[in-house]
Nanobody, 127 residues
Framework: QVQLRESGGGLVQAGGSLRLSCVVS????????MGWFRQAPGKERDFVAV????????YYADSVKGRFTISRDNAKNTVHLQMNSLKPEDTAVYSC????????????????????WGQGTQVTVSS
């Protein structure tokens, strides 16, 4: 059974930083791209960032580019999202997801190309 478990969320003031982690169990971690999405109350789930299987390629949503960094440690089956210069509009539930095998990175902004999802971790940024 594949499981994704996020951690690291919390309450932070605007301008602060948080580092989210997602540990994957139950499958070979290094065979799939990994992504982060977020969903604010009353809004649709939005793409945040994705990293390729090897970690050599990353894509970001324009809203987080330059502030967030996605990384992965295939030896530890873990993907991270370092979030700096946080803004109140970053407040959301952040979820990690494992991409479907064989999908090109150009398609990984779409949530439909992800096969497994974590439960999410709440990030709240106060002004």
């Amino acid at each position: 059974q594949v499981q994704l478990r996020e951690s690291g969320g919390g309450l932070v003031q605007a301008g602060g930083s948080l580092r989210l982690s997602c540990v994957v169990s139950g499958r070979t971690f290094s065979t799939n791209a990994m992504g982060w999405f977020r969903q604010a109350p009353g809004k649709e789930r939005d793409f945040v960032a994705v990293i390729s299987r090897s970690g050599g390629s990353t894509y970001y949503a324009d809203s987080v580019k330059g502030r967030f960094t996605i990384s992965r440690d295939n030896a530890k089956n873990t993907v991270h999202l370092q979030m700096n210069s946080l803004k109140p509009e970053d407040t959301a539930v952040y979820s990690c997801a494992a991409g479907r095998t064989g999908q090109a990175m150009a398609h990984m902004r779409s949530s439909g190309n992800y096969e497994f999802w974590g439960q999410g971790t709440q990030v709240t940024v106060s002004s």
